[in-house]
T-cell receptor, first 110, second 115 residues
């Protein structure tokens, strides 16, 4: 069965720390992997990855995909309290939906 | 519109009542998705529309749930005879189409509480 697994489930860090969030997947007909940040209700789009080894970067956030090992990581450097959120990973396999992981809950304490 | 718009933002209803949740996707987006997220849980897929057609309704939890989309735009998710386990955030999302490389964008969600 196709699936997307995220780890860790939750994480508590201090401001200024660097964190790495993991997303592994097992789907047929992989097309892309997407990262979202969910603070209250609506997940907001961060990155879409389609090719292995090409890092996507936006400010302190970056992400990379390994299609051979079937995983992606999301890095956040110099974390701030505003980074506290649930980070969701989703995979497009070309079907009728995007498969979502259960998310990693990140808490950044001052 | 500029983004995906959902209404109502919050709805409290009595058990047994029917509710309608509305989604207005990004203008020009032909693909529309409904997901449900219970407290502390991941996103549960409900239904996908391509235009006005729903190729796959298997994600709907029971026959109390139905959805339609008209004019290739606005979609309505209807829950009949609501139960307490229906309490969740109902998220709508849209994408340009289902071609590879398209991103899905979410609305703010409708928080449903059944009392």
């Amino acid at each position: 069965e196709d699936k997307v697994v995220q780890s860790p489930l939750s994480l508590v860090v201090h401001e200024g720390d660097t964190v790495t969030l993991n997303c592994s997947y097992e789907v047929t007909n992989f097309r892309s992997l997407l990262w979202y940040k969910q603070e209250k209700k609506a997940p907001t789009f961060l990155f879409m990855l389609t090719s292995s080894g090409i890092e996507k970067k936006s400010g302190r956030l970056s992400s990379i995909l390994d299609k051979k090992e079937l995983f992606s990581i999301l890095n956040i450097t110099a974390t701030q309290t505003g980074d506290s959120a649930v980070y969701l990973c989703a995979v497009d396999y070309g079907g009728n939906q995007f498969y979502f992981g259960t998310g990693t809950s990140l808490t950044v304490i001052p | 519109g500029a983004g995906v718009s959902q209404s109502p933002s919050n709805k409290v209803t009595e058990k047994g009542k029917d509710v309608e949740l509305r989604c207005d996707p990004i203008s020009g987006h032909t693909a529309l998705y409904w997901y449900r997220q219970s407290l502390g849980q991941g996103l549960e897929f409900l239904i996908y529309f391509q235009g006005n057609s729903a190729p796959d309704k298997s994600g709907l939890p029971s026959d109390r749930f139905s959805a339609e989309r008209t004019g290739g735009s606005v979609s309505t998710l209807t829950i009949q005879r609501t139960q307490q386990e229906d309490s969740a955030v109902y998220l709508c999302a849209s994408s340009l189409d289902r071609a590879p490389g398209n991103t899905i964008y979410f609305g703010e969600g409708s928080w449903l509480t059944v009392v």
